[in-house]
C-alpha cells in the first residue's frame, strides 16, 4: 500500500468520525456530562474509526462503501458498548449514536443514487480515484449533516413531547434495540450484493430496502404504544381486583362493627336491668347514701357507654351503607389509636354521582393516609367533613401531619410510600380514579398550618 | 374605592363595628368607604347585586327573624364570588369545617373580647385593602369559578399548571398545594401573565419558580423540587425568557 493510500484511508476515517462529532453536538439530548468524558469519547472513537478504516482493503471501484460499511458498524458497536459501560444502561444515547451513523449511510446511497439517475455516472471512482473521494465527502458532509438534523428533530418532536414517565422510559429502551436490529440489516444485506453488480437495479433495491426499514421502523414504534396500552388495561384489572377485596374487608369490618355494638347493647341491657334491680333495692332500703354513691359511679359508666354509642351516631345522616360501613371502621380504627376524630355531615347523604366502590377505595386510601400520618404528631387529629354545596358533594379529609412531610407531588408519586410495600400506591391510585371521572371530579391537596386536607369535590351534573 | 357593607341586627353592636372602621379608614387614610349597615339581609343581597365591583362585607352570623349569616354569605357569594366576606360570630363555630367550607370567608370575627374585635377588623380592612389595590404582578388573585367550586388562585403562588389527560381538567401545582379546576390551558393563559410561559402542549411554568432546567430530562426543575416538562419546541424560548427575568 502506498503513502497516498494510508492518507486516503485516513482522511476518510478522520472526516467520518469529526461528522459524528458534530451530529453529537447537534441533538440536544445530552449524552456526557462531563467534558473529559467526552473528550476521552471522542479519542476512543477516532482510534475505532481509523482501524476499521483499515479493515477489509479493496481496490475495487465501490470500497468506499464497503469502508463506510465497516465503519458504521464499528462504530456502532463501540459506542453501544462504551456507553453502556459508562453509563451502565442502554438508553436513548445509544439510539441517537445509531441514528447519526444511519444518516452518514443515508447520505451516502442518497448521493450515490444522484449520480447514477440524475447525472449519469455510473462509475466515478474508477476513473478518477482520487479526486472522486474528495469531492465525494465533500458533498456528503452537508447531505448527513441535513439527515441527522432532520432525524434530531424528529426524535425531540416524538420524545419530548410525550408526558408520560411510563411511555419515555418504554420508548428510551426500545429504540436502541430497534436501531440495533437496523444496523446489523445495513451490514448484512447492502453492501455485499451491491459490491458485486453495480446497475440501477440494485440502486432501486437499497431504496426499497430502505423504505422497509422505515415501514419496520414505524411498525416497531406503534407495536410499543399498542404494549403501553395493554400495560395500562393491565394495570386498571389490577386496580379492580384490588377494589373488590378492600370493598370485601371493608363490608366485614362493618359487620364486625355491628356485631360489637350489638352485644355492647345487649350488654347494655343486661346492666340496666340490674342496675334498676340496685337502685330499687336501696330505695326499698332508704340507703340513700349508697344511692347516691351508687349513682355517681353509674355516671362513670354511662360516659363509657355514651363513648362506644357516640361513633355510630355520627354516621346517621350517611344513608349509603358501604359508606357507613367503611367510615364506622376506618373511626374506630381511628379512636382506638387515640386520635382525636371529628366527622361532620350536616344532613343525609343518599347519594353520591360515582361509583360506590370508587369512591369507598379513595376514602379508604384518604383515611389510611390520615391515620397513619397524625400518628406520628404529637396532637393526633382527623377531621371528615361530607357535605352538600350548590352543585356538588364535598368530601374533606383533614389531618394533622408531622413537620417532615414530603412535599405534595412525592407522595402522589406511583409507588412512593412511607410504609411498607404495596400500599405505597395508595394516592396515586387515588389519582388515576379522580382522573378516570374526567372533569366531574377534581381532587385539591394541601399542606397549611400543620394540617395535611384533601378535598374531594363530585359534581352532580 | 371599596365599598363596604355591615349587616348586624344588634343596633349597639353595629354602632360600634360602624365606629372601627370608620376611625380605622380616616388613621390609615384608606381608600374605602361604608356603603350600607343594615340589619336586614334583603338590603344587602340588593347591594351586591347593585354593585358589580369588589366589595367588603361584614355579616353577622346570627340575624334573628332572617335567613342568618351562613346562608346570607354563600348568597352574596354566588353574586361576587371574588367578595370579601368577614363573619362576626357570638361563639366559635369556626372549628366545625363544614362551616368553613360553606361560605369560603376571609375571616371570622369573635365578639366575645371588644379589644381583639377591634384590631381583627382593622386587619381584615388592611388585607382586602392590599389585595384590592396591590393587584401588581406580585400578588395579583385570579378567580377561577367552575360548575361546582370556586377557587382564589394567588398567581404568585403557582409553580405550574398542568392539563390532565383527560377532559380539559387543569392541575394547578404550588408549594404546597396542588388544585384542580376545569378550563383549558389557552383561557387561563391571558389571565396570567409575563412570569408565566407556555412550556409545553400541556404545561404552563411560572419562570420565577424555576430553580434550574435539565436538558436531559427535558424538564425544568420547580423551587420545591417538583419537575415540570418542557417541550424542545419551546426550550429555546424559555431559556430567553428566564434571561429576561433574571
Same mark, same amino acid.
Given at each position: 500500500?502506498?503513502?497516498? $493510500?494510508?492518507?486516503?484511508?485516513?482522511?476518510?476515517?478522520?472526516?467520518?468520525?469529526?461528522?459524528?462529532?458534530?451530529?453529537?453536538?447537534?441533538?440536544?439530548?445530552?449524552?456526557?456530562?462531563?467534558?473529559?468524558?467526552?473528550?476521552?469519547?471522542?479519542?476512543?472513537?477516532?482510534?475505532?474509526?481509523?482501524?476499521?478504516?483499515?479493515?477489509?482493503?479493496?481496490?475495487?471501484?465501490?470500497?468506499?462503501?464497503?469502508?463506510?460499511?465497516?465503519?458504521?458498524?464499528?462504530?456502532?458497536?463501540?459506542?453501544?458498548?462504551?456507553?453502556?459501560?459508562?453509563?451502565?444502561?442502554?438508553?436513548?444515547?445509544?439510539?441517537? &449514536?445509531?441514528?447519526?451513523?444511519?444518516?452518514?449511510?443515508?447520505?451516502?446511497?442518497?448521493?450515490?443514487?444522484?449520480?447514477?439517475?440524475?447525472?449519469?455516472?455510473?462509475?466515478?471512482?474508477?476513473?478518477?480515484?482520487?479526486?472522486?473521494?474528495?469531492?465525494?465527502?465533500?458533498?456528503?458532509?452537508?447531505?448527513?449533516? &441535513?439527515?441527522?438534523?432532520?432525524?434530531?428533530?424528529?426524535?425531540?418532536?416524538?420524545?419530548?413531547?410525550?408526558?408520560?414517565?411510563?411511555?419515555?422510559?418504554?420508548?428510551?429502551?426500545?429504540?436502541?434495540?430497534? !436501531?440495533?436490529?437496523?444496523?446489523?440489516?445495513?451490514?448484512?444485506?447492502?453492501?455485499?450484493? *451491491?459490491?458485486?453488480? %453495480?446497475?440501477?437495479?440494485?440502486?432501486?433495491?437499497?431504496?426499497?430496502?430502505?423504505?422497509?426499514?422505515?415501514?419496520?421502523?414505524?411498525?416497531?414504534?406503534?407495536? *410499543?404504544?399498542?404494549?403501553?396500552?395493554?400495560?395500562?388495561?393491565?394495570?386498571?384489572?389490577?386496580?379492580?381486583?384490588?377494589?373488590?377485596?378492600?370493598?370485601?374487608?371493608?363490608?366485614?369490618?362493618?359487620?364486625?362493627?355491628?356485631?360489637?355494638?350489638?352485644?355492647?347493647? %345487649?350488654?347494655?341491657?343486661?346492666?340496666?336491668?340490674?342496675?334498676?334491680?340496685?337502685?330499687? &333495692?336501696?330505695?326499698?332500703?332508704?340507703?340513700?347514701?349508697?344511692?347516691?354513691?351508687?349513682?355517681?359511679?353509674?355516671?362513670?359508666?354511662?360516659?363509657?357507654?355514651?363513648? #362506644?354509642?357516640?361513633?355510630?351516631?355520627?354516621?346517621?345522616?350517611?344513608?349509603?351503607?358501604?359508606?357507613? !360501613?367503611?367510615?364506622?371502621?376506618?373511626?374506630?380504627?381511628?379512636?382506638?389509636?387515640?386520635?382525636?376524630?371529628?366527622? $361532620?355531615?350536616?344532613?343525609?347523604?343518599?347519594?353520591?354521582?360515582?361509583?360506590?366502590?370508587?369512591?369507598?377505595?379513595?376514602?379508604?386510601?384518604?383515611?389510611?393516609?390520615?391515620?397513619?400520618?397524625?400518628?406520628?404528631? $404529637? #396532637?393526633?387529629?382527623?377531621?371528615?367533613?361530607?357535605?352538600?354545596?350548590?352543585?356538588?358533594?364535598?368530601?374533606?379529609?383533614?389531618?394533622?401531619?408531622?413537620?417532615?412531610?414530603?412535599?405534595?407531588?412525592?407522595?402522589?408519586?406511583?409507588?412512593?410510600?412511607?410504609?411498607?410495600?404495596?400500599?405505597?400506591?395508595?394516592?396515586?391510585?387515588?389519582?388515576?380514579?379522580?382522573?378516570?371521572?374526567?372533569?366531574?371530579?377534581?381532587?385539591?391537596?394541601?399542606?397549611?398550618?400543620?394540617?395535611?386536607?384533601? $378535598?374531594?369535590?363530585? !359534581?352532580?351534573? | 374605592?371599596?365599598?363596604?357593607?355591615?349587616?348586624? /341586627?344588634?343596633?349597639?353592636?353595629? /354602632?360600634?363595628?360602624?365606629t372601627i372602621i370608620e376611625n380605622y379608614i380616616i388613621?390609615?387614610?384608606?381608600?374605602?368607604?361604608?356603603?350600607?349597615?343594615?340589619? +336586614?339581609?334583603?338590603?344587602?343581597?340588593?347591594?351586591?347585586?347593585?354593585?358589580?365591583?369588589?366589595?367588603?362585607?361584614?355579616?353577622?352570623?346570627?340575624?334573628?327573624?332572617?335567613?342568618?349569616?351562613?346562608?346570607?354569605?354563600?348568597?352574596?357569594?354566588?353574586?361576587?364570588?371574588?367578595?370579601?366576606?368577614?363573619?362576626?360570630?357570638?361563639?366559635?363555630?369556626?372549628?366545625?369545617?363544614?362551616?368553613?367550607?360553606?361560605?369560603?370567608?376571609?375571616?371570622?370575627?369573635? +365578639?366575645?373580647?371588644?379589644?381583639?374585635? +377591634?384590631?381583627?377588623?382593622? /386587619?381584615?380592612?388592611?388585607?382586602?385593602?392590599?389585595?384590592?389595590?396591590?393587584? =401588581?404582578?406580585?400578588?395579583?388573585?385570579?378567580?377561577?369559578? @367552575?360548575?361546582?367550586?370556586?377557587?382564589?388562585?394567588?398567581?404568585?403562588?403557582?409553580?405550574?399548571?398542568?392539563? =390532565?389527560?383527560?377532559?380539559h381538567k387543569i392541575r394547578v401545582h404550588e408549594m404546597? =398545594?396542588?388544585?384542580?379546576?376545569?378550563? @383549558?390551558? +389557552?383561557?387561563?393563559?391571558?389571565?396570567?401573565?409575563?412570569?408565566?410561559?407556555?412550556?409545553?402542549?400541556?404545561?404552563?411554568?411560572?419562570?420565577?419558580?424555576?430553580?434550574?432546567?435539565?436538558?436531559?430530562?427535558?424538564?425544568?426543575?420547580?423551587?420545591?423540587?417538583?419537575?415540570?416538562?418542557?417541550?424542545?419546541?419551546?426550550?429555546?424560548?424559555?431559556?430567553?425568557?428566564?434571561?429576561?427575568?433574571?
Amino acid at each position: 500500500m502506498s503513502p497516498k $493510500e494510508y492518507l486516503e484511508l485516513f482522511l476518510i476515517a478522520a472526516v467520518y468520525s469529526g461528522l459524528i462529532f458534530l451530529n453529537i453536538n447537534l441533538f440536544n439530548i445530552g449524552i456526557f456530562n462531563n467534558n473529559n468524558k467526552k473528550i476521552i469519547f471522542y479519542c476512543l472513537l477516532l482510534l475505532v474509526t481509523v482501524l476499521s478504516a483499515f479493515l477489509g482493503l479493496d481496490h475495487s471501484s465501490d470500497y468506499l462503501l464497503i469502508k463506510q460499511k465497516y465503519l458504521v458498524v464499528s462504530t456502532f458497536l463501540f459506542s453501544v458498548v462504551y456507553l453502556s459501560i459508562t453509563n451502565k444502561k442502554f438508553d436513548l444515547n445509544t439510539y441517537v &449514536l445509531m441514528l447519526v451513523n444511519g444518516s452518514y449511510f443515508l447520505s451516502f446511497i442518497a448521493l450515490k443514487a444522484i449520480l447514477i439517475f440524475i447525472l449519469q455516472i455510473n462509475d466515478i471512482f474508477g476513473n478518477l480515484m482520487n479526486l472522486g473521494i474528495v469531492i465525494f465527502m465533500i458533498t456528503q458532509l452537508p447531505l448527513s449533516l &441535513l439527515f441527522s438534523i432532520f432525524m434530531s428533530e424528529f426524535i425531540n418532536r416524538f420524545y419530548f413531547e410525550v408526558k408520560s414517565k411510563t411511555k419515555r422510559s418504554i420508548i428510551s429502551t426500545m429504540l436502541p434495540i430497534i !436501531s440495533f436490529i437496523l444496523v446489523s440489516l445495513i451490514f448484512l444485506f447492502i453492501p455485499n450484493y *451491491y459490491y458485486e453488480i %453495480r446497475n440501477k437495479v440494485n440502486i432501486l433495491l437499497s431504496f426499497a430496502f430502505l423504505i422497509i426499514l422505515v415501514i419496520f421502523i414505524c411498525l416497531v414504534t406503534l407495536s *410499543y404504544f399498542y404494549i403501553i396500552k395493554n400495560e395500562k388495561d393491565l394495570e386498571s384489572l389490577e386496580i379492580d381486583r384490588d377494589k373488590f377485596e378492600d370493598e370485601l374487608e371493608n363490608i366485614t369490618n362493618y359487620m364486625n362493627a355491628l356485631e360489637n355494638s350489638t352485644s355492647e347493647l %345487649r350488654k347494655f341491657k343486661h346492666d340496666y336491668t340490674n342496675i334498676l334491680s340496685v337502685i330499687g &333495692l336501696y330505695l326499698e332500703e332508704k340507703e340513700y347514701d349508697k344511692l347516691k354513691e351508687y349513682f355517681y359511679e353509674l355516671s362513670d359508666y354511662n360516659k363509657v357507654m355514651n363513648l #362506644n354509642l357516640k361513633g355510630m351516631d355520627r354516621l346517621k345522616h350517611i344513608k349509603i351503607l358501604q359508606l357507613k !360501613s367503611l367510615f364506622s371502621y376506618k373511626i374506630i380504627q381511628s379512636e382506638e389509636r387515640e386520635i382525636k376524630t371529628s366527622v $361532620e355531615i350536616p344532613q343525609d347523604i343518599e347519594h353520591i354521582p360515582m361509583n360506590i366502590i370508587d369512591l369507598s377505595r379513595i376514602l379508604g386510601i384518604l383515611l389510611d393516609n390520615a391515620i397513619e400520618a397524625t400518628v406520628k404528631t $404529637e #396532637n393526633p387529629e382527623i377531621n371528615i367533613a361530607m357535605m352538600e354545596i350548590d352543585d356538588s358533594f364535598l368530601i374533606v379529609v383533614q389531618n394533622t401531619c408531622p413537620k417532615d412531610t414530603p412535599p405534595i407531588y412525592e407522595i402522589f408519586k406511583k409507588g412512593f410510600s412511607t410504609k411498607g410495600r404495596r400500599r405505597g400506591d395508595g394516592l396515586w391510585i387515588v389519582k388515576s380514579i379522580v382522573e378516570s371521572y374526567g372533569e366531574r371530579i377534581t381532587l385539591d391537596t394541601q399542606i397549611k398550618d400543620g394540617y395535611f386536607k384533601h $378535598e374531594l369535590w363530585i !359534581s352532580k351534573q | 374605592m371599596i365599598n363596604i357593607a355591615i349587616c348586624e /341586627d344588634n343596633f349597639k353592636q353595629r /354602632d360600634y363595628i360602624n365606629t372601627i372602621i370608620e376611625n380605622y379608614i380616616i388613621r390609615e387614610n384608606l381608600n374605602m368607604k361604608i356603603a350600607l349597615s343594615t340589619d +336586614k339581609s334583603a338590603d344587602i343581597l340588593e347591594f351586591a347585586k347593585d354593585h358589580e365591583e369588589r366589595a367588603i362585607y361584614f355579616l353577622d352570623i346570627h340575624l334573628v327573624n332572617d335567613i342568618g349569616g351562613v346562608e346570607l354569605g354563600r348568597q352574596v357569594r354566588t353574586i361576587d364570588p371574588s367578595a370579601f366576606i368577614i363573619f362576626v360570630t357570638t361563639y366559635s363555630e369556626v372549628s366545625s369545617l363544614v362551616f368553613e367550607y360553606r361560605v369560603a370567608a376571609m375571616d371570622y370575627i369573635l +365578639k366575645d373580647d371588644k379589644a381583639k374585635m +377591634k384590631t381583627r377588623i382593622e /386587619d381584615c380592612l388592611k388585607e382586602a385593602s392590599d389585595l384590592y389595590f396591590n393587584e =401588581s404582578r406580585f400578588n395579583r388573585i385570579i378567580t377561577v369559578k @367552575t360548575s361546582h367550586k370556586i377557587l382564589n388562585l394567588r398567581v404568585e403562588d403557582i409553580l405550574f399548571l398542568e392539563t =390532565s389527560e383527560k377532559a380539559h381538567k387543569i392541575r394547578v401545582h404550588e408549594m404546597n =398545594s396542588q388544585k384542580e379546576f376545569y378550563a @383549558t390551558l +389557552k383561557e387561563i393563559e391571558s389571565q396570567l401573565g409575563n412570569d408565566f410561559y407556555r412550556c409545553h402542549k400541556s404545561f404552563i411554568v411560572n419562570v420565577r419558580k424555576i430553580k434550574e432546567i435539565n436538558k436531559t430530562l427535558g424538564c425544568a426543575i420547580m423551587a420545591n423540587g417538583e419537575q415540570c416538562y418542557i417541550s424542545n419546541k419551546y426550550f429555546k424560548g424559555l431559556v430567553k425568557c428566564l434571561q429576561k427575568n433574571t
